[in-house]
Structures are given as structure tokens and as C-alpha cells.
Nanobody
């Protein structure tokens, strides 16, 4: 079990930037996956970025080229750098984590695969 807490959300103008942080109680020494998700009113929760224990990352097409996921294992911290923000990026952003298993052997952007979640932080982008 991992306790997660997001911070860094806020309100920005279109074209601006924000950097979100996720403080974790621990990172496992074995294979693991950390991810960022977001949810807007009336929409399903969307996986936007993930990173595994080796530092390999992937992104949803909606944020590719604008967002960057990174981590610091020693500090048990996950970040999401968001550049060139658009009004469509307005959502509650969540960090999440899971250990790999025989049923989930790879790092995905599918929310049911993740077992540990933060409470979320609001990001609002105005035009």
C-alpha cells in the first residue's frame, strides 16, 4: 500500500505552465508503475502519462509533446510538468500507483489497473 498526495494545482491562462507534484509514502524496490490521470465533469477518468521503475514513460495523445512525467526514487516524489496549457486541460488531476503482477505485467494508462490513488488537485485553464 502506498499513500499518495498531489499538490501544485491552480488557475492559469491558456499557454501557461504548471508543475504538479505527488508525494508517495514509498516507492517499491521491485517493478512498479506510477501514473497521472485526470477527470473533467461529465467525462470518464483519462490516463495521461505513466512511468515505470526503469524510467520508461508513455503519454496519451491528448498531452503528448506538452506534458512530461518524471520521478525521484530517493525522494519518493512524482512530477508532471504541464506546458502550453489549453482550456481543455481543465480537470482534477490524480496520481496513482500499482505493483506489477501476473495479471498486470506492464505499465498501462488504464485506471482499473491502479490500486493506490491520491485525492486529486484542481487545474483550471482559462482563455
Amino acid at each position: 500500500q502506498v499513500q499518495l498526495a498531489e499538490s501544485g494545482g491552480g488557475s492559469v491562462q491558456a499557454g501557461g505552465s504548471l508543475r504538479l507534484s505527488c508525494a508517495a509514502s514509498r516507492f517499491t524496490s521491485g517493478p512498479y508503475c506510477m501514473g497521472w490521470f485526470r477527470q473533467s465533469p461529465g467525462k470518464e477518468r483519462e490516463g495521461i502519462a505513466n512511468i515505470d521503475n526503469d524510467g520508461h514513460s508513455r503519454y496519451a495523445d491528448s498531452v503528448k509533446g506538452r506534458f512530461t512525467i518524471s520521478k525521484d526514487d530517493a525522494e519518493n516524489t512524482l512530477w508532471l510538468q504541464m506546458n502550453n496549457l489549453e482550456p481543455e486541460d481543465t480537470a482534477i488531476y490524480y496520481c496513482a500507483a500499482h505493483d506489477f503482477s501476473s495479471t498486470v505485467p506492464i505499465c498501462t494508462l488504464i485506471s482499473p489497473d491502479f490500486t493506490d490513488w491520491g485525492q486529486g488537485t484542481q487545474v483550471t485553464v482559462s482563455s
